[in-house]
């Protein structure tokens, strides 16, 4: 029988282990993060969380049901999907239970959850989609490279070190298809907080004239002057980013630069996503 100072020792390296475990599989996980939000987009590119969510309120389908609903000539698509919504749901992005079969078999069954439902089109046609896509898209990976000698050397942003020299918003005018990855992801990420926001701050209550700075295709002015209809919203960015804009009662598009001159109003509005790309 061992001594109580042998159990002692005994449970302390125990302990020991299992910390040491814990903090190797974090490390690992951190080693292969790149994989989660990888996996989350081909997720969305696929339609899963569109079809989870027709599917009904609180559905849970097998990948082989959601495979159903994808063209695919692959054979192994089910297994593939299988695999990836295990992952997300690793992540508390997915739910998922386990369910037999007519013949005993086990299967995984998948639903949406708190997280992913952002994931899906809300009653305003917005989700957080558009800005995963942008995230992920090869113009934005490819500054990534770039990090480290822009610690070490310095001499502008990974952005510009990445491009020769070009600023981020300069480059939306010369690249078309990324320029309208920008700006529908900027749409969809600013109504849903606009959204929120308007439901609890009252300071535009006083104001006649807003200038949004950035404002990109005007959607958070056009929120805000359907809550507040005698304000004049100026929409103030690029020429190449007004260009594409929709007219939107109250709200008029100003083409120009932030750095030379800024519109008169009694109050400017500069959205977070502005100061990034311009830092």
Sequence with gaps: MASTTEETTITSFDNHDVVEQQHYAYAMELATLSAMPMTLQTAFELGVFEILS???????????EITANITTTNPEASLMIDRMLRLLASHAIMGCSLAS????????????????????????????????TLLQDKVLLHTWSELKNA????????FTRAYGGIHAF?????????????????MNHSTMPIKKILKVYKGFAKIKQLVDVGGGLGITLQLITSMY??????????PH??????????????????????????????KVETLYFVS
């Design 54 to 64: 027709k599917a009904g309120n609180g559905a849970e389908l097998s990948s082989t």
């Design 101 to 132: 079969d007519e013949d005993g078999n086990v299967k995984r069954l998948y639903s949406l959850t708190s997280v992913s439902k952002y994931y899906v089109r809300n009653e305003d046609g917005v989700s957080l989609d558009p800005l995963l």
């Design 151 to 158: 610690v070490i050397e310095g001499g502008g942003t990974t």
């Design 170 to 186: 300069e480059y939306l005018g010369k690249d078309s298809r990324f320029n309208q990855v920008f700006n529908i992801a900027m």
């Design 229 to 238: 209809p005698y304000i004049k919203g100026i929409n103030y960015d690029l």
């Design 241 to 270: 980013v007004i260009r594409d804009a929709p007219p939107y009662p109250g709200v008029e598009h100003v083409g120009g630069d932030m750095f030379e001159k800024i519109p008169n109003g009694d109050a400017v509005f500069m």
